[in-house]
């Protein structure tokens, strides 16, 4: 592939930037009405600017509109729930897993006519996958345009949740980690080596996070990543007959908490694993002293992000597919489709819906897609031979200070309507968005492709099995069904954490003799006050198997 990265001095592409970066309107005729809408989005984005970044600026003169967003800080169902009551809405919602809520208040919009009037680009992109965006069986309106999940989507790379650091691996000779024994063993031989820092703090083998719903990401969810299962949030999916129990109830669970409980019996784990806030957490990654982290990237990517721009690329960290016991197949790369679900709606207090959902569909088309994907044409890519290629100045700011890159540019920051995935190609034959192998490669640190080298491969994903070993899950994922307010349901879910977050805490930080029976009363307490719940999930994903035309 051709790897020049000096942009082309040809006029009409420095009018065209010039156009861009002016904020000018892009289309002939008159610029379209300004529109400020209200957003509140379930997802935080520390990188939001206000629409003041470079691609924000060309969406406002392409479309008119300005996005006013407010994030969620805490719990984001508790300000959905004050939203959905307060009757006073903002314009544009994204309410993740509480859509429902919403939808039963009466906020939303049924977003079909809006879609089949002035939503072609959102046709297109949807294709005969519509039937995914509708609520449920009974209920077939459309209240949420999809954003969670992307169409046709290639995952090139992994964000395999068991990391540790580079500089470890390297000082042993990168063995291989395909075990928790193998993981641990990282571990331990670098503390042992190293018990404190080059700055004299105490090295962290490993930290978990149990703050708030990040519980969930760090503590729990590994259990199913680590015993072969796929995410389904707190639920069991049987895949022949579809009936929903709870994860914790699978005897190789237990086999991933039991290990944890030894983690910290032998002096491994972080002590304030179960204390620490968020930024604290961060904080200790950032210093470079945590060896092992087990979490998603997307929750240590501040952290990670501080590491890469100060240079300490071997405090980063490599991403392993990490099991139990050898021969179980993990499933980060299983197939879920197309899983619609979570998205952004257009509630009844927005000033001009049809604005709205123009809005929403400039995203979605092949211009408002590259734009958002790539930056603005001459400043943040060029074309050559037909393709677009990323200047070195660019890249080099986008790998070294990624934060400080999304939120001067926007690029990044405007994936709030329906999408193309990675590895899908526009017609000219470009890929729609910038991550692809090359590209990913491109952004790896040298700590990282020496790593990668010496497991002979090329990307962290080829380290895992392959979507194509899997079956594709025909339910899609559990955590993403809408769940209507008056269903029992919607009390599940804080009655079970109420247990959990009490529960595994003490048989971790228990003594070794004491887990089974701290786990059988665990799980003797799910069922008395939950167990109940498991027949109405199994009813809401049989119910999505019919609306997907699955089962009858």
Known sequence: MNRSRTLRPAAALAVLTAVLTSGAVL???????????????????????????DVGKVITAKTGVTVKAEFAVGSPDEKINLIAASGQYPDLISPKGAGGVLVDAGAMLDLTDLINKYAPNIKRVIGNQFDR???????RGIYFIPTN???????????????LQLGALKEQKYPQVRTLADYEKVIAMYVKAHPKTADGRPTIGLSLLA?????????????FWATGGSDDGEWYIDPKTYKATLHFFRPEEREYFRWLNHMNAVGLLDPESFTQKYDQYLAKIASGRVVGVIDAGWEIGDAVNS?????????????????????IKVAYNQPTGF?????IGITKSCKDPIAAIKFLDYLASPEGQVLKNWGVAGKHYAVQGGKRVIPDAVLKQKNSDPATFQRSTGIGNYNISIRYGDGVKDAGGNYYTPVYPEQIIDAYTPAEKAALSAYKVKLWNDLLPRASTFQPKPWGAAWSIQVAQDNPLNEFFNKEQDIARKAIPRMILGKPADF??????????????????????????????????VIK
């Open 211 to 223: 703050d708030d719903w990040r519980f969930l990401i760090s503590v729990t969810n590994p259990a």
């Open 27 to 53: 289309a002939q005729g008159s610029a379209p009405k300004p529109v400020t809408f209200t957003a509140f989005f379930a997802d935080p984005n520390a990188n939001w600017n206000g629409m003041q970044d």
């Open 149 to 163: 999940d992307a169409i046709n989507q290639t995952s090139f790379d992994t964000d395999a949740w068991f990391k």
């Open 339 to 343: 899983i619609g679900g979570w998205g």
């Open 516 to 549: 089974d029976k701290a786990y059988d009363a665990f799980l003797a307490e799910l069922t008395a006050k939950v167990g109940k719940y498991a027949d109405m999930e199994t009813a809401l994903v049989q119910d999505r198997l019919k609306l997907w035309n």
């Open 133 to 139: 965006m509708r609520f449920s069986s009974k209920d």
């Open 307 to 327: 590491l890469k721009a100060a240079g300490k690329h071997d405090q980063m960290y490599g991403r392993f597919g990490v099991t139990t016991k050898p021969g």
